[in-house]
Protein backbone atom coordinates (compact mmCIF):
# COMPACT_ATOMS: atom_id res chain seq x y z
CA UNK A 1 0.00 0.00 0.00
CA UNK A 2 1.27 3.79 -0.53
CA UNK A 3 1.94 5.94 2.42
CA UNK A 4 0.25 9.08 3.14
CA UNK A 5 1.48 11.62 5.25
CA UNK A 6 -1.83 12.93 7.48
CA UNK A 7 -0.34 15.15 9.20
CA UNK A 8 1.37 16.95 6.08
CA UNK A 9 -2.00 17.05 4.48
CA UNK A 10 -3.78 18.51 7.67
CA UNK A 11 -0.78 21.07 8.03
CA UNK A 12 -0.20 20.28 11.69
CA UNK A 13 3.13 18.88 13.36
CA UNK A 14 3.14 15.17 14.69
CA UNK A 15 2.81 16.67 18.30
CA UNK A 16 -0.30 18.58 17.45
CA UNK A 17 -3.17 18.27 20.15
CA UNK A 18 -6.49 16.96 19.24
CA UNK A 19 -8.32 20.37 19.89
CA UNK A 20 -5.11 21.58 17.31
CA UNK A 21 -6.19 18.55 14.66
CA UNK A 22 -9.62 19.29 14.87
CA UNK A 23 -9.35 23.41 14.31
CA UNK A 24 -6.86 22.30 11.57
CA UNK A 25 -9.53 20.28 9.69
CA UNK A 26 -12.16 22.43 9.89
CA UNK A 27 -10.25 25.37 8.22
CA UNK A 28 -9.07 23.47 5.54
CA UNK A 29 -12.32 21.88 5.03
CA UNK A 30 -14.13 25.10 4.40
CA UNK A 31 -11.39 26.09 1.82
CA UNK A 32 -11.67 22.80 0.08
CA UNK A 33 -15.14 21.74 -0.01
CA UNK A 34 -16.15 21.54 -3.85
CA UNK A 35 -19.05 23.21 -3.30
CA UNK A 36 -17.42 26.26 -2.24
CA UNK A 37 -13.78 26.24 -3.42
CA UNK A 38 -12.63 27.30 -6.96
CA UNK A 39 -9.51 25.10 -6.69
CA UNK A 40 -9.30 22.71 -8.96
CA UNK A 41 -7.98 19.77 -7.08
CA UNK A 42 -10.67 20.67 -4.62
CA UNK A 43 -12.54 17.71 -3.94
CA UNK A 44 -9.50 15.05 -4.13
CA UNK A 45 -7.90 17.33 -1.07
CA UNK A 46 -11.66 17.49 0.66
CA UNK A 47 -11.49 13.73 0.70
CA UNK A 48 -7.78 12.91 1.13
CA UNK A 49 -8.49 15.59 4.70
CA UNK A 50 -11.33 13.70 5.68
CA UNK A 51 -9.25 10.13 5.42
CA UNK A 52 -6.43 12.27 7.42
CA UNK A 53 -8.77 13.50 10.34
CA UNK A 54 -10.92 10.06 10.76
CA UNK A 55 -7.41 8.47 11.84
CA UNK A 56 -5.73 11.29 13.61
CA UNK A 57 -8.90 12.31 15.77
CA UNK A 58 -9.11 8.58 17.21
CA UNK A 59 -6.40 7.99 19.89
CA UNK A 60 -5.94 4.29 19.08
CA UNK A 61 -5.69 4.60 15.11
CA UNK A 62 -3.69 7.32 15.60
CA UNK A 63 -0.95 5.30 18.25
CA UNK A 64 -1.09 3.07 15.21
CA UNK A 65 -0.34 5.66 12.63
CA UNK A 66 2.34 7.01 14.31
CA UNK A 67 4.20 3.41 15.02
CA UNK A 68 4.33 2.95 10.99
CA UNK A 69 6.69 5.54 11.34
CA UNK A 70 7.84 8.21 8.70
CA UNK A 71 7.71 7.13 5.01
CA UNK A 72 7.71 8.79 1.85
CA UNK A 73 4.29 10.65 0.72
CA UNK A 74 3.21 8.10 -2.07
CA UNK A 75 6.30 5.32 -1.06
CA UNK A 76 4.95 1.99 -1.17
CA UNK A 77 5.20 0.08 1.63
CA UNK A 78 3.95 -2.60 4.37
CA UNK A 79 3.70 -2.52 7.79
CA UNK A 80 6.11 -3.92 10.21
CA UNK A 81 5.71 -7.33 11.33
CA UNK A 82 5.28 -6.38 15.08
CA UNK A 83 2.31 -3.94 13.57
CA UNK A 84 0.02 -6.72 12.79
CA UNK A 85 0.63 -8.36 16.37
CA UNK A 86 -0.31 -5.38 18.42
CA UNK A 87 -3.29 -4.48 16.28
CA UNK A 88 -4.36 -7.66 14.92
CA UNK A 89 -4.54 -7.81 11.18
CA UNK A 90 -2.74 -10.36 8.95
CA UNK A 91 0.45 -9.41 6.61
CA UNK A 92 -1.76 -10.89 3.89
CA UNK A 93 -4.59 -8.74 4.31
CA UNK A 94 -2.04 -5.49 3.30
CA UNK A 95 -2.60 -6.26 -0.17
CA UNK A 96 -6.19 -6.02 -0.71
CA UNK A 97 -6.64 -2.48 1.63
CA UNK A 98 -5.31 1.28 1.27
CA UNK A 99 -4.49 2.75 4.41
CA UNK A 100 -7.89 4.18 4.90
CA UNK A 101 -9.33 1.16 4.61
CA UNK A 102 -6.57 -0.53 7.13
CA UNK A 103 -7.48 2.25 9.70
CA UNK A 104 -11.07 2.37 8.99
CA UNK A 105 -11.36 -1.42 9.92
CA UNK A 106 -8.83 -0.99 13.29
CA UNK A 107 -10.69 -0.34 16.16
CA UNK A 108 -12.32 -3.19 17.68
CA UNK A 109 -10.75 -6.21 15.91
CA UNK A 110 -8.72 -7.28 18.49
CA UNK A 111 -5.49 -8.42 19.00
CA UNK A 112 -2.25 -10.70 17.51
CA UNK A 113 -4.75 -11.15 14.41
CA UNK A 114 -7.80 -12.77 15.55
CA UNK A 115 -10.15 -14.35 13.08
CA UNK A 116 -14.42 -14.76 12.99
CA UNK A 117 -17.18 -12.00 13.61
CA UNK A 118 -16.03 -8.93 15.38
CA UNK A 119 -17.52 -7.99 18.71
CA UNK A 120 -20.27 -5.43 18.41
CA UNK A 121 -18.59 -2.08 18.41
CA UNK A 122 -20.64 1.05 17.76
CA UNK A 123 -20.43 2.53 13.97
CA UNK A 124 -17.79 5.88 13.55
CA UNK A 125 -18.64 8.90 13.44
CA UNK A 126 -17.80 11.33 10.20
CA UNK A 127 -17.21 15.19 10.25
CA UNK A 128 -19.22 16.89 7.33
CA UNK A 129 -18.91 20.82 5.92
CA UNK A 130 -22.16 22.04 5.46
CA UNK A 131 -22.29 25.32 3.08
CA UNK A 132 -25.06 27.71 2.77
CA UNK A 133 -26.69 30.67 1.83
CA UNK A 134 -27.66 33.38 4.32
CA UNK A 135 -30.95 33.02 3.31
CA UNK A 136 -31.01 29.25 3.95
CA UNK A 137 -29.67 29.95 7.38
CA UNK A 138 -32.39 32.76 7.80
CA UNK A 139 -35.39 30.49 6.68
CA UNK A 140 -34.02 27.00 7.41
CA UNK A 141 -33.28 24.41 4.40
CA UNK A 142 -32.88 20.92 3.67
CA UNK A 143 -29.76 19.08 2.28
CA UNK A 144 -28.58 16.42 0.50
CA UNK A 145 -25.03 15.12 1.07
CA UNK A 146 -23.38 12.87 -1.41
CA UNK A 147 -20.89 10.80 1.07
CA UNK A 148 -18.46 7.90 1.20
CA UNK A 149 -18.62 5.84 3.97
CA UNK A 150 -16.58 2.76 4.88
CA UNK A 151 -18.58 -0.30 6.42
CA UNK A 152 -17.59 -3.83 7.55
CA UNK A 153 -19.42 -7.21 6.39
CA UNK A 154 -19.49 -10.26 9.03
CA UNK A 155 -15.80 -10.76 9.29
CA UNK A 156 -15.22 -7.11 9.89
CA UNK A 157 -13.29 -6.42 6.39
CA UNK A 158 -14.29 -2.86 5.15
CA UNK A 159 -15.72 -1.70 1.71
CA UNK A 160 -16.20 2.26 0.91
CA UNK A 161 -20.02 2.40 0.03
CA UNK A 162 -21.34 5.49 -1.33
CA UNK A 163 -25.01 7.22 0.32
CA UNK A 164 -26.92 10.47 -0.12
CA UNK A 165 -28.29 11.64 4.13
CA UNK A 166 -31.02 13.94 3.64
CA UNK A 167 -30.41 17.07 6.51
CA UNK A 168 -32.68 19.40 7.97
CA UNK A 169 -31.13 22.53 8.40
CA UNK A 170 -32.57 25.15 11.03
CA UNK A 171 -33.45 28.26 10.92
CA UNK A 172 -30.74 30.39 12.87
CA UNK A 173 -27.43 27.77 11.39
CA UNK A 174 -24.26 30.16 12.29
CA UNK A 175 -20.87 30.15 10.92
CA UNK A 176 -19.38 26.98 12.80
CA UNK A 177 -22.18 25.68 14.63
CA UNK A 178 -22.22 21.71 14.88
CA UNK A 179 -25.18 19.76 13.76
CA UNK A 180 -25.34 16.40 15.35
CA UNK A 181 -27.36 13.62 12.67
CA UNK A 182 -27.87 10.51 15.24
CA UNK A 183 -27.50 7.26 13.64
CA UNK A 184 -26.69 8.50 9.90
CA UNK A 185 -22.85 7.86 10.58
CA UNK A 186 -21.26 4.49 9.41
CA UNK A 187 -22.71 1.38 10.18
CA UNK A 188 -22.23 -0.85 13.51
CA UNK A 189 -19.96 -3.90 13.43
CA UNK A 190 -21.27 -7.00 14.78
CA UNK A 191 -24.67 -5.34 15.70
CA UNK A 192 -23.58 -2.53 17.17
CA UNK A 193 -25.58 0.67 16.78
CA UNK A 194 -24.64 3.21 14.16
CA UNK A 195 -22.09 6.33 14.37
CA UNK A 196 -23.72 9.64 13.82
CA UNK A 197 -22.74 12.66 11.58
CA UNK A 198 -22.14 16.17 12.58
CA UNK A 199 -23.11 18.84 10.28
CA UNK A 200 -20.15 22.02 10.40
CA UNK A 201 -22.08 24.99 9.05
CA UNK A 202 -20.15 27.02 7.00
CA UNK A 203 -21.90 30.37 5.31
CA UNK A 204 -21.50 30.85 1.83
CA UNK A 205 -20.09 34.93 1.13
CA UNK A 206 -22.95 37.42 0.83
CA UNK A 207 -22.70 40.27 -1.31
CA UNK A 208 -24.40 42.29 1.13
CA UNK A 209 -24.17 40.99 4.71
CA UNK A 210 -21.60 39.76 6.97
CA UNK A 211 -22.54 37.36 9.69
CA UNK A 212 -20.98 37.35 13.35
CA UNK A 213 -23.10 34.87 15.07
CA UNK A 214 -26.80 36.02 14.99
CA UNK A 215 -26.04 39.64 14.38
CA UNK A 216 -25.74 41.11 10.75
CA UNK A 217 -23.47 43.56 9.44
CA UNK A 218 -24.10 46.02 6.21
CA UNK A 219 -22.14 48.59 4.36
CA UNK A 220 -24.66 51.47 3.99
CA UNK A 221 -23.17 54.17 1.58
CA UNK A 222 -24.32 57.69 2.51
CA UNK A 223 -24.41 60.65 0.27
CA UNK A 224 -22.74 63.84 2.58
CA UNK A 225 -26.15 65.69 3.08
CA UNK A 226 -27.49 62.42 4.28
CA UNK A 227 -24.95 61.84 6.67
CA UNK A 228 -24.82 65.27 7.61
CA UNK A 229 -28.72 66.34 7.40
CA UNK A 230 -30.15 63.03 8.52
CA UNK A 231 -32.67 61.32 6.56
CA UNK A 232 -34.61 58.50 6.25
CA UNK A 233 -33.64 55.88 3.88
CA UNK A 234 -34.33 51.97 2.70
CA UNK A 235 -32.46 49.24 3.82
CA UNK A 236 -32.71 45.77 2.59
CA UNK A 237 -32.94 42.99 5.27
CA UNK A 238 -33.32 39.48 4.78
CA UNK A 239 -36.84 39.85 5.86
CA UNK A 240 -37.24 42.76 3.00
CA UNK A 241 -36.40 46.24 2.69
CA UNK A 242 -37.41 48.52 6.03
CA UNK A 243 -37.15 52.22 6.80
CA UNK A 244 -34.02 53.26 8.47
CA UNK A 245 -33.65 56.99 10.28
CA UNK A 246 -29.77 58.17 9.42
CA UNK A 247 -29.62 61.02 12.59
CA UNK A 248 -27.94 64.41 11.75
CA UNK A 249 -24.52 64.51 11.79
CA UNK A 250 -23.82 61.22 11.35
CA UNK A 251 -19.59 59.69 11.22
CA UNK A 252 -18.51 57.68 8.82
CA UNK A 253 -17.93 54.19 9.92
CA UNK A 254 -20.90 54.65 12.78
CA UNK A 255 -23.14 51.51 13.31
CA UNK A 256 -26.64 52.30 13.20
CA UNK A 257 -28.69 49.70 14.46
CA UNK A 258 -31.64 47.49 13.05
CA UNK A 259 -33.03 45.54 16.31
CA UNK A 260 -33.95 41.71 15.50
CA UNK A 261 -33.43 42.22 12.01
CA UNK A 262 -30.39 39.72 12.17
CA UNK A 263 -30.49 35.94 12.30
CA UNK A 264 -32.92 33.85 13.96
CA UNK A 265 -31.94 32.34 17.58
CA UNK A 266 -32.85 28.79 18.55
CA UNK A 267 -34.75 29.83 21.49
CA UNK A 268 -36.40 32.93 20.07
CA UNK A 269 -35.92 36.36 18.71
CA UNK A 270 -33.32 37.24 16.07
CA UNK A 271 -29.88 38.76 16.17
CA UNK A 272 -29.43 42.53 15.08
CA UNK A 273 -28.26 44.21 12.01
CA UNK A 274 -26.03 46.79 11.95
CA UNK A 275 -25.68 49.48 9.25
CA UNK A 276 -22.42 50.90 8.95
CA UNK A 277 -22.54 54.47 7.32
CA UNK A 278 -19.94 54.97 4.38
CA UNK A 279 -20.05 58.47 2.81
CA UNK A 280 -20.11 57.92 -0.97
CA UNK A 281 -19.32 61.19 -2.75
CA UNK A 282 -21.30 61.74 -6.25
CA UNK A 283 -19.04 60.45 -9.48
CA UNK A 284 -19.64 63.84 -11.22
CA UNK A 285 -20.84 67.39 -9.79
CA UNK A 286 -23.25 69.04 -12.15
CA UNK A 287 -22.25 72.85 -12.32
CA UNK A 288 -24.97 73.76 -9.27
CA UNK A 289 -23.73 71.50 -7.10
CA UNK A 290 -20.58 72.18 -7.63
CA UNK A 291 -21.67 76.12 -6.86
CA UNK A 292 -23.53 75.00 -3.79
CA UNK A 293 -20.33 73.11 -2.14
CA UNK A 294 -17.89 76.40 -3.20
CA UNK A 295 -20.46 78.23 -1.11
CA UNK A 296 -20.05 76.04 1.91
CA UNK A 297 -16.66 75.69 1.55
CA UNK A 298 -16.35 79.51 2.11
CA UNK A 299 -18.74 79.57 4.70
CA UNK A 300 -17.95 76.71 6.87
CA UNK A 301 -15.74 76.98 10.06
CA UNK A 302 -15.41 73.39 10.39
CA UNK A 303 -11.82 72.04 10.51
CA UNK A 304 -11.77 68.39 9.79
CA UNK A 305 -8.02 68.23 10.44
CA UNK A 306 -7.81 71.02 13.73
CA UNK A 307 -6.21 67.25 15.50
CA UNK A 308 -2.88 67.93 13.26
CA UNK A 309 -2.38 71.04 15.61
Known amino acids: MKFKDYYAILGVERGASE ?7 RRLARKYHPDVSKEPDAEARFKEMGEAYATLKDPEKRAAYDQLGQQRPGEEFRPPPEWSTQFGDSAA ?15 GRGRAGRRGPPPAMRGQDYEVVAPITLEDAYHGTHLNLDLTTTEFDEQGTPRRVPRTIKARIPKGATEGQSLRLPGQGGRGIGGGPPGDIYLNIALRPHRLYRATGHDLFLDLPLAPW ?3 LGASVEVPTLAGRVSLRVPPGTRNGQQLRLSGRGLPKPQGGAGDLYAIAQLAMPPELSER ?3 LLKELATTSTFNPRQHFH
Open 289 to 291: ESG
Open 19 to 25: EEIKKAY
Open 93 to 107: AFDEMDLADLFAGLT
Open 226 to 228: EAA
